[in-house]
């Protein structure tokens, strides 16, 4: 009986310690993610390239405008952090699908603008928005 309880035991120990994996572990991975990728990015020196192909992009300024409006309005966003974007991005896109748009627009065989369309089929527009803000912050906010 003993043996059977401490079975028990161990079974409940586990499943609360799987669940809890479960559901911190994401957010720590992601929020890691990105702050690697972002540091990544300001070290090369490929922010800059980032922001200069930003803003001599007409379609880019759009969404740039539309976030700096968004962020002045103080507007109730799905998310506010890069980690949460990167979540939600992840969860709705898909890993698979974000690492085939990666390797699409490094090897050439993707442009921006199928990235943005991906983007908009997969996220709603509270979720584009949030992400373009995210984006704003990140690459004007924090130079």
């Known amino acids: 009986m003993r043996f059977l309880m401490s079975i028990i035991i161990f079974l409940i120990f586990f499943s609360f310690a799987g669940i809890g994996v479960y559901i911190v572990g994401p957010d720590l991975s992601t929020d890691r993610l990105v702050a690697e990728a972002t540091e990544k990015l300001r070290s090369n020196g490929q922010m800059e390239k980032v922001v200069e192909y930003v803003e001599n992009d007409p ?70 928005l949030a992400l373009k803000v ?10």
């Not at 740039?64 to 309005?73: K, P, S, T």
């Not at 698979?96 to 921006?112: N, P, W």
């Open 59 to 128: 379609q880019m300024l759009e969404y740039i405008e539309e976030a700096r409006v968004a962020e002045e309005e103080s507007q109730a966003l799905p998310f506010q952090t890069t980690g949460d974007a990167a979540g939600t991005v992840i969860k709705k896109v898909g890993i698979t699908d974000l690492a085939k748009m990666k390797s699409g627009v490094e090897d050439g065989t993707m442009s921006a603008e199928e990235v943005i369309k991906k983007l908009e089929e997969d996220l709603n527009e509270e979720e584009l």
């Open 134 to 143: 995210i984006i704003y912050k990140e690459m004007y906010k924090q130079q």
